[in-house]
């Protein structure tokens, strides 16, 4: 570090940090910005109980950043993308994960209908479980809209819906299924609008936000990752998985395991 040692003070004094403020009262219970000696602001405020931290000129992925004595990042704040990430794998501290699945589902009367996967833990017994339904068709996506008095259980809604509580972003969904025959298995994940005012529990408005296939057998288990085609879901959409079995009528298992933060 250069030294002030036998130094004229404008030779320097724009290497000094100081408090913006004019008296010479210090650091108090008002936040001031740190200044350098020829008062251009830093990016850090200070009180006598606070600490701030605020991009004077531009957010950046590296706003704030506390690192090992190695070198190895620890805690990184990104003012560009609004992320807080976290730990040397420097993981979004805000990520959360969603399982669903279904196990031995039997697609019932017909080929190629899309499938709602189980996603809430409601503590189904003996013969109960989701049932086969061909209301959410077998067209190249599950339906858009869903009436809900039209399903042959209704009550199935609440094992499937996935009702978000905050803006989520999906990061990364992965899969794995199984098959009683060697057939290609479909999986989609949909958003939806809920009808909470007249006709409560009925959707519309779907979107597909991922999707992804794979080819299923009864001596393997695949697995593999879902393609993200829209990652940000927002706050009270129902989110609902669906599986397709393209093939036959085989039985199928299939499980997901969503990644995601929230926004």
Request: hydrophobic share 30%; proline share 2%.
């Amino acid at each position: 570090m250069p030294t002030f040692l036998n130094k004229a003070f404008n030779t320097f004094y724009k290497r000094i940090l100081q408090v913006n403020q004019s008296s010479n009262v210090g650091v108090d219970a008002t936040t001031r910005s740190i200044q350098t000696g020829d008062g251009a602001n830093t990016s850090v405020s200070l009180s006598d109980d606070q600490l701030t931290v605020k991009p004077n000129n531009d957010d950046t992925t590296t706003t704030f950043n506390v690192s090992s004595k190695g070198g190895t990042n620890i805690l990184e704040v990104d003012t560009t993308n609004s992320l807080v990430k976290a730990g040397a794998s420097q993981t979004n501290v805000l990520t959360l994960y969603k399982e669903m699945g279904l196990y031995e589902f039997s697609p019932g009367g017909g080929t190629d209908y899309h499938n709602p996967v189980i996603a809430n833990n409601v503590g189904m017994q003996g013969a109960e479980s989701i049932t086969y339904d061909t209301i959410w068709g077998n067209g190249t996506d599950p339906a858009t809209t869903l009436d809900l008095s039209a399903m042959t259980d209704p009550e199935n809604a609440v094992a499937i819906y996935w009702i978000l509580d905050s803006n989520i972003t999906l990061d990364q969904i992965t899969y794995s299924a199984r098959c009683d025959n060697s057939s290609t298995i479909n999986m989609h994940l949909f958003a939806y609008d809920l009808d909470t005012s007249s006709n409560h529990g009925d959707l519309s408005n779907g979107t597909v936000h991922a999707n992804a296939s794979c080819s299923a057998t009864n001596t393997t288990l695949k697995k593999g990752t879902f393609t993200l085609d829209t990652a940000n879901i927002d706050v009270n959409k129902v989110v609902i998985g669906f599986a397709q079995n393209e093939t036959d009528t085989a039985d199928y298992s299939v499980h997901f395991n969503i990644k995601y933060h929230i926004r």
